[in-house]
């Protein structure tokens, strides 16, 4: 919810995609998934894991996402698929921060209001 | 430059590798620009090949020889040069140490001592280098040696594979500033190759392991199981660290430093311990001292070698004039004579341990490369403070980089091989930090170190005066805390802020590296409390600046001193 925020909001900086190197693999597959990415509401699906997943399988999950969506291997894809995938995996990955994110979304049933909500923890790694 | 032409072989002793190549018309090949080595490799289909000069030589010395009109770094050629003749004063060799390198840099001083002219005013603008040919110093540029030398390494690729080389990846030290990258760049460009991909090498040896592991579980049928390596990487130059952590052929580089000091350090320890006046021994650089020095020179090196396998070694060498040393050097004193080297080196592993947020305990293979991991020490300190008893075996110590780029090269142009050994990626990471000038003389990280590629990430700011309409954006690379510690790799204005007081109007710098490692840096006013620009952003790639770049920041501190400075927000503001 707020990675999909604040990304939209950075709208002030346009997108720099990378020039391609390369015919991309698949066009198909690329352009399926970067919506269903972009689509993603929660940091969880942004990884496709459920969100109980456990510590490997969130690792494991960013792997096989890195392996479709890093510009390295699709490159038509610009890169902006892998830094939102690298910002989940990087909050999910972090067990303080995953609890503060589980709880700015109401994932254990009591959705936090407050100044937590309105901070965009899972983007902000610069402070 | 003039286009070259190679005659192409006309006997296709191997079909089959003519139709392996041509399949890929366009694949990169590798190559390890090494400051005493050189090799390239390409992966030829099934696996990866390291390509022979004439001599059959895999590894070739990394030199060029100026005689008479045309400079020639030998890899072709039937005879090679001898390492006499290297050290005559002709030759300009130990490039990567000099690329976009300043004359005040301890590094550049320290090359003074080499057989060929190195000159510096010390005012921060590149060195003079000069080689001798026809007893006249004639000037040249490390960026022209290396392109001479790359140019006959391409040469040497085009006859081999029978086609025409247009792209490479190329493996740099993890320590290379981004302006000295820019400088490999021009290298390359000289020489007629686009460069793909700068590779960290320890980054590319980790890209080996992920291949090798990937294989390896396809054999045994074992899950994705992580592991997590150290590299420890040191040649004649540079020294790097990196850890990575592996699975599934994702080699993600978790933490990389590197420093100045390798084998040709190493070298000049043992030259001022042999020849206490050594530093000043060739400042004349008369050419019956240059000889000598070259005696000693090769010596030494040779000894070094030998105390790898034997326990001491005697160095006889006369140097004219009265002047001689013979000494005998046992290993107890070499490792006396660099003990601060090796500490040097144990800081290194330590701190990438720390940045990777590892111990020892986490380690599972322990990866030594580079040729002065011969050195008994250094294998004992490395596996010391891993807590190991053993390296990772199965990776050539000096052919690893090499093939690493050659792989990267195979995966980034587009190459899948149905065996699914290129089945690859590395996910690299920053190895400086990038910040910019705030607060005074102070440095903001906005990119930390070791942040994974590619990246974007901004940061508020704030004017430093009240109704301040101007700010500069100053960018530099480097760890320390105050500017003039690090790189400085370009600067612009902002302009438009509206008047108010300071501390209240909020500038949003934001900095971000795409997969092929290119910074851009994007930065203007935004309105307070949200993210929307009040005027268009400005965006420049950076690094801008070319010599002399220490004295923009003194010109520029010159002209405005401090009034078109930047503050930080603080932290619990940033919201």
Not at chain 1, 33 to 52: D, G, P, Q
Not at chain 2, 190 to 197: C, D, F, T, W, Y
Not at chain 2, 527 to 556: K, Y
Request: charged share 20%; with cysteine.
């Amino acid at each position: 919810m707020a990675g999909t925020l604040s990304f939209a909001g950075l709208s002030s900086c346009p997108n720099l995609a990378s020039p391609s190197r390369r015919t991309a693999r698949s066009f198909v597959a690329i352009a399926e998934v970067s919506t269903a990415v972009r689509r993603a509401k929660s940091l969880y699906e942004v990884l496709r894991v459920k969100e109980t997943a456990s510590a490997p399988e969130i690792k494991a999950a960013y792997r096989s996402m890195a392996k479709r969506f890093h510009p390295d291997v699709a490159p038509a894809a610009g890169g902006a698929d892998f830094l939102e995938i690298h910002r989940a995996y990087k909050t999910l990955s972090d067990p303080t921060a995953r609890a503060r994110y589980d709880l700015s979304i109401g994932r254990l049933g009591f959705p936090v209001t407050g100044p937590l909500r309105s901070r965009r923890w899972e983007t902000d790694q610069c402070w | 430059m003039a286009e070259q032409f190679y005659t192409v072989a006309s006997d296709s002793e191997n079909t089959g590798d003519d139709k392996v190549q041509s399949a890929f018309p366009d694949l990169a090949i590798g190559i390890d620009i090494g400051t005493s080595k050189c090799s390239v490799a390409i992966w030829n289909g099934t696996q990866v090949e390291l390509l022979r000069n004439p001599r059959n030589q895999k590894l070739m010395r990394s030199y060029v020889m100026f005689k008479d009109d045309s400079p020639s770094g030998g890899v072709s050629e039937e005879l090679a040069h001898g390492e006499q003749e290297i050290f005559s004063g002709s030759a300009v060799f130990n490039m990567k140490r000099l690329v976009g390198r300043v004359d005040t840099d301890p590094v550049v001083h320290a090359s003074k001592t080499l057989p060929f002219l190195v000159q510096t005013l010390d005012i921060g603008v590149r060195p003079f280098i000069a080689a001798l040919v026809n007893n006249v110093w004639r000037s040249t540029t490390p960026e022209e040696v290396l392109a001479i030398f790359l140019v006959e390494l391409k040469a040497m690729a085009e006859v081999q594979l029978k086609r025409r080389i247009r792209t490479a990846i190329l493996t740099i030290p993890v320590s290379f500033s981004r302006f000295q990258k820019t400088r490999i760049e021009r290298a390359c460009a000289m020489a007629g190759l686009h460069v793909l991909r700068l590779m960290p090498e320890p980054t590319s040896v980790a890209l080996l392991y992920a291949q090798q592991q990937q294989l390896s579980l396809h054999e045994n049928m074992g899950s994705g199981i992580e592991k997590v390596a150290l590299i420890f990487n040191m040649g004649a130059g540079y020294c790097d660290v990196a850890i990575t952590a592996t699975a599934g052929g994702v080699s993600q580089i978790k933490a990389l430093l590197g420093c100045t000091m390798g084998g040709e350090d190493i070298l000049q320890n043992v030259l001022c311990h042999l020849l206490p006046n050594f530093d000043t021994f060739c400042a004349d650089h008369s050419m019956d001292k240059i000889k000598s020095m070259g005696l000693l020179r090769i010596a030494t090196q040779d000894a070094i070698h030998k105390l790898s396998s034997q326990p001491s070694v005697i160095i006889n060498v006369d140097l004219g004039d009265g002047n001689k040393v013979c000494k005998t050097l046992n290993r107890s004193e070499f490792e006396e004579v660099n003990s601060k080297l090796f500490e040097k080196c144990e800081k290194l592993i330590m701190q990438c341990l720390v940045d990777a947020k590892f111990t020892a305990e986490d380690i599972n293979d322990v990866i030594l490369v580079g040729g002065c991991s011969n050195i008994l020490k250094i294998r004992s300190l490395v596996l010391g403070l891993c807590k190991r008893e053993n390296l990772y075996e199965g990776i050539d110590l000096l052919e690893a980089a090499v093939c690493g780029a050659a792989l990267e090269g195979a995966v980034a142009s587009g190459i899948s091989d149905p065996s699914g050994s290129l089945d690859l990626l590395t996910i690299q990471a920053t190895p400086l930090s990038l910040g910019i000038r705030a607060d005074g003389d102070g440095f903001a990280a906005i990119i930390n170190r070791n942040t994974a590629i590619p990246a974007r990430k901004d940061m508020l700011f704030t004017t430093a005066h009240d109704n301040q309409m101007e700010a500069l954006i100053v960018v530099y690379e480097g760890e320390g805390k105050k500017v003039e510690e690090n790189h400085l790799l370009g600067y612009f204005k902002i302009t438009g802020i509206p008047p108010a007081p300071k501390g209240t109007a909020e500038i949003s710098v934001c900095m971000d590296i795409d997969a092929s490692d290119v910074l851009r840096v994007l930065a203007g006013v935004v309105l307070p409390g949200t993210q929307n620009a009040v005027s268009p952003f400005i965006e420049v790639r950076m690094p801008t600046l070319g010599d002399g770049h220490g004295w923009c920041a003194q010109a520029l501190a010159k002209m405005y001193g401090s009034s078109l400075d930047l503050a930080t927000i603080p932290k619990k503001l940033q919201q």
